[in-house]
């Protein structure tokens, strides 16, 4: 009986642990969106559909980076999602790691330097790029291996 309650109890301890580091994840009323969080850093992905991205914009237009992922198309662009997005300061310091859930990826970065990967069905794209205290980048990623 001592046995099982030490064993119950390391249990709930390391539940307790996990769920206290635990990413912090929230849906967006009206939507299908959830605004996550990472090393401090709120972040968002979605834009599927018109609905998605008028409550994308509406509730989270002015954070500092917003990516969007195309592909090319004979025709013209069409979005792309399921992208791979490493997000890091320009020191090589993770902030955050996520497959995008639409063509949009939106964080709340606070101004300084930063770089971006980006994995797409065998294809990658780097970028760095720098947001100032006003700032607002838009990283536009062009798929060309996408189909």
Same mark, same amino acid.
């Given at each position: 009986?001592?046995?099982?309650?030490?064993?119950?109890?390391? +249990?709930?301890?390391?539940? %307790?642990?996990?769920?206290?580091?635990?990413?912090?994840?929230?849906?967006? #009323? %009206?939507?299908?969106?959830? !605004?996550?969080?990472?090393? %401090? !850093?709120?972040?968002?992905? =979605? %834009?599927?559909?018109?609905?998605?991205?008028?409550?994308?914009?509406?509730?989270?237009?002015? @954070?500092?980076?917003?990516?969007?992922?195309?592909?090319?198309? #004979?025709?013209?662009?069409?979005?792309?999602?399921?992208?791979?997005?490493? +997000? =890091?300061?320009?020191? =090589?310091?993770?902030?955050?790691?996520?497959?995008?859930?639409? #063509?949009?990826? +939106?964080?709340?970065?606070? #101004?300084?330097? @930063?770089?971006?990967?980006?994995?797409?069905?065998?294809?990658?794209?780097?970028?760095?790029?720098?947001?100032?205290?006003?700032?607002?980048?838009?990283?536009?990623?062009?798929?060309?291996?996408?189909?």
């Amino acid at each position: 009986m001592i046995r099982s309650i030490a064993i119950l109890a390391a +249990l709930l301890f390391s539940v %307790g642990a996990i769920a206290g580091h635990h990413a912090e994840s929230v849906a967006v #009323p %009206g939507s299908d969106v959830r !605004v996550h969080e990472a090393n %401090g !850093v709120r972040y968002v992905s =979605g %834009g599927v559909g018109d609905t998605e991205q008028a409550a994308i914009e509406r509730n989270f237009g002015d @954070y500092a980076l917003k990516v969007i992922n195309v592909r090319a198309e #004979p025709n013209g662009q069409a979005y792309v999602s399921d992208v791979k997005v490493w +997000l =890091g300061h320009a020191n =090589g310091e993770k902030i955050l790691q996520t497959r995008t859930g639409g #063509p949009w990826l +939106l964080a709340d970065l606070a #101004p300084g330097k @930063y770089q971006l990967r980006a994995w797409f069905k065998g294809e990658e794209q780097r970028r760095d790029f720098s947001i100032g205290p006003a700032d607002r980048q838009r990283v536009l990623l062009l798929w060309n291996n996408a189909r």
